[in-house]
């Protein structure tokens, strides 16, 4: 493929847009603005995975893409999961009218209206990070140059998610280390017990009621209580 210097002006302009975005929210939200601009099509979604198998939608255009993406999951099959799961960088449905790979997914997209996918992996030097998916109504929508410069986009939009994602872990941290402190405080002014011992009766409690010991100190600041 080709670039042209405006081409390059475009993807230099909109990866410095992303990496602008303060939060995982507004960064997908670009992505996928930028992602119908690139590459012409009806709808588009974002989809993460975690523990290299658990996936979800974090963002879409419309409804329908994750209730699609849900569908995937449910029957362990389509070219999200084709595209996470083995070397490609990229997996396209010319027509789910036709296609026979995913004929569980394949019914539910063309029911749905849609008759070409392009799916393409996000990913950084370090690992996968999900997919970014373009839905058309019509067949045959998406041709080698679509793939060429969704290829292009992807790779800027992973970096992009990938530290806005890393971020939003790090904040998430912080937050439960400071609901923990503040139960470590009440605990400590109520039973005149240190630190370390407080710490403990909040890992009990999280350990034996199979609950995370944020979501436990979060409990007993909102109630002054410990869970039953």
């Avoid at 569908?71 to 362990?76: D, M, P, R």
């Avoid at 539910?108 to 996000?122: C, D, W």
């Amino acid at each position: 493929m080709i670039v042209s210097h405006k081409d390059a002006e475009d993807f230099a302009s909109m990866a410095l847009s992303l990496h602008e975005e303060s939060t995982l929210d507004e960064t997908v939200d670009r992505v996928l603005d930028f992602a119908t601009k690139a590459v012409a099509c009806d709808h588009a979604g974002v989809l993460f995975v975690h523990a290299k198998s658990q996936v979800e939608t974090v963002a879409a255009t419309h409804d329908t893409v994750a209730r699609l993406d849900r569908v995937q999951v449910e029957h362990q099959q389509g070219p999200d999961l084709e595209v996470l799961r083995r070397p490609a960088d990229w997996v396209v449905v010319s027509d789910t009218r036709t296609e026979e790979r995913w004929p569980a997914w394949t019914r539910e997209v063309a029911q749905a209206g849609f008759r070409s996918m392009l799916g393409i992996r996000l990913y950084t030097s370090s690992a996968a990070i999900g997919s970014l998916n373009f839905y058309a109504a019509a067949a045959d929508h998406f041709t080698p140059e679509d793939v060429d410069v969704a290829n292009i986009f992807a790779r800027h939009a992973a970096v992009a998610l990938s530290a806005a994602r890393e971020t939003a872990n790090l904040w998430r941290a912080i937050d439960a280390r400071r609901l923990i402190g503040q139960a470590q405080g009440i605990l400590m002014e109520r039973f005149a017990i240190d630190a370390d011992q407080a710490f403990a009766v909040l890992r009990r409690y999280s350990q034996d009621r199979n609950l995370k010991l944020h979501h436990v100190a979060e409990r007993l600041i909102a109630t002054r209580r410990l869970p039953e």
